[in-house]
């Protein structure tokens, strides 16, 4: 299922903590995504930063 997959990916993650922002302007220590036209969702997506919400009233795993 979605959920389980969701799981799985997410204990496999290693979480880093040693990354430092340098700038002090917020602007350029942002990550911005790059957009590009998705025909099926007929709008522009970040195929880089995406998520998936799944509602808690929903999810019965």
């Given at each position: 299922t979605l959920a389980s997959s969701a799981e799985s990916f997410q204990m496999k993650h290693q979480w880093r903590d040693d990354?430092?922002?340098t700038s002090n302007d917020t602007s350029?220590?942002?990550i911005k995504p790059e957009f590009q036209e998705d025909p099926m969702f007929k709008r522009p997506i970040s195929y880089n930063h995406t998520a998936v919400h799944i509602?808690?009233?929903i999810y019965e795993g």
């Open positions: 990354f430092t922002v350029k220590s942002r509602p808690t009233d």
